[in-house]
């Protein structure tokens, strides 16, 4: 038996390993579930291709007893899983954005992008621009979808993602401030557990090298070309100005557990010393790991961020 079939080169389990002869396995995030009617919210879901090039899809969701005479905010979600892995459709972000929408009453798009190593970096970035240049074409009622046209405030928009979710969410703000994109009005953000890193650790980074090395050569597998953890994809806190941010207010989470922890808490303050002049505020949840709230959603803990993170985004309610 070829040796290279077997031999692992990244083992990051429980999320994936690689193998020497460039053989991906998900280990996690393989699992689709269909859209429809979920009976645990009444919220309401249906797929949507946003890019007939590349053929990927957003999936929608509206709550229960939507109306077109009192539209609500819209969120824009980028899901995680180191640009590796996971998808829009499976269960952890159907269950999650289900839950989410019916606490904040909004509608959401969820944008499922190419993922890496088949599709490095930037393919992930350029797909989220995409999903939201056609979200944006429903400004004025005139888009191609109806849910959209009909219940979206196009002046209460939120981007939020979880770890690598979080990175495209912070790069999509900082692009819809420079492309001035018509039709989307950013009125805030956020960053759960943002999978931000650099060359040079901070906090309590230098104590785990092992995971520091996992971290370092997962970001290398999403983007082969990159010069290193401090490519400013990876560390926009030391490299991008913060400043530009297209929105007034940002929230940003972290967990007490997580590794990216420190980099939340850097982006925090680097964001509040930018001269950017919005609001930021920052949630850290005690004893808990990296995206805990999308596999125990119904704990203690998690139940506290969903109530968090929907009451941001109905804090600007006219």
């Known amino acids: 038996m070829d040796s290279s079939t077997s031999e692992i080169v990244i083992d990051a389990a429980p999320f994936l390993r690689v193998y020497k002869n460039g053989r991906l396995e998900r280990l996690m995030g393989t699992q689709i579930v269909s859209p429809g009617l979920d009976p645990k919210t009444n919220v309401e879901s249906k797929d949507l291709v946003y890019s007939q090039e590349t053929g990927q899809s957003v999936r929608l969701y509206i709550p229960k007893d939507v109306s077109t005479t009192q539209k609500l905010p819209l969120l824009v979600y980028f899901h995680g899983g180191a640009f590796c892995i996971e998808t829009a459709f499976s269960p952890t972000y159907h269950n999650y954005l289900n839950s989410l929408v019916a606490e904040a009453n909004v509608v959401a798009v969820s ?3 190419r993922r890496a190593p088949e599709h490095p970096i930037p393919a992930a970035y350029d797909d989220s621009w ?25 002046d209460r928009v939120y981007f ?33 557990h943002p999978y931000f890193w650099g ?12 995971a ?42 972290v967990a007490e557990k997580d590794i990216l922890r420190h980099r939340g808490w850097y982006y925090f303050e680097k964001l509040k010393q930018s001269g950017w002049g919005g609001e930021v505020e920052l949630m850290e949840t005690p004893g808990e790991e990296h995206v805990f709230h999308l596999f125990k959603p119904g704990c203690e803990s998690a139940v506290a961020k969903l109530k968090k993170v929907a009451a941001f985004m109905n804090q600007d309610k006219a």
């Open 160 to 192: 939020s993602g979880d770890s690598a979710g979080a990175n495209i969410a912070h790069h999509i703000a900082i692009k819809i401030a420079e492309e001035k994109l018509e039709g989307v009005n950013l009125a805030g953000l956020i960053l759960v």
């Open 199 to 210: 060359n040079e650790p901070i906090g309590d980074e230098v104590k785990d090298p092992a």
């Open 130 to 154: 995409a999903a939201l240049k056609w979200i944006a074409s429903h400004y004025g009622g005139n888009g191609p979808e109806e849910w959209l046209n009909r219940y979206v405030d196009f």
């Open 212 to 253: 520091r090395a996992t971290i370092e050569r997962l970001w290398r597998l999403a983007s082969p070309t990159t010069t290193g953890c401090d490519d400013p994809w990876m560390n926009p806190i030391d490299n991008q100005s913060l400043a530009t941010l297209g929105c007034t207010r940002v929230l940003v989470c």
């Open 111 to 113: 944008v499922d992008y």
